[in-house]
Nanobody, 118 residues
């Protein structure tokens, strides 16, 4: 079965770049017709969609985060990554990666805590 695992630093300083990777096993990030998403949940708040990359490499971002967000992939490692620039403490959240499609339910990683603090 497909599994996703987030990884990256748990602490980022304000104004720096938050960088996370999602390693996928049991499925290829280039397989038709999945899309690969990043979602976050600040403490005590709801889920917020950040953006996604399709199986072909196209990206789409949340309008509220688009200017600071970049999703990329490394097909040789079967990974896709998130970079969020100019972070503030409001970016503190649990960050999740997920796989979804139009025809079946989503599979999520376990999430990773990222704290923005000096």
């Amino acid at each position: 079965q497909v599994q996703l695992q987030e990884s990256g630093p748990g602490l980022v300083k304000p104004s720096q770049t938050l960088s996370l990777s999602c390693t996928v096993s049991g499925g290829s990030i280039t397989s038709n017709y999945y899309y690969w998403s990043w979602i976050r949940q600040p403490p005590g708040k709801g889920l917020e969609w950040i953006g996604y990359m399709t199986y072909s490499g196209s990206t789409l971002y949340s309008p509220s985060l688009k200017s600071r967000t970049s999703i990329s992939r490394d097909t040789s490692k079967n990974q896709f990554s998130l970079q969020l620039t100019s972070v503030t403490p409001e970016d503190t959240a649990v960050y999740y990666c997920s796989r979804d499609s139009r025809s079946e339910g989503a599979t999520w990683g376990q999430g990773t805590q990222v704290t923005v603090s000096s």
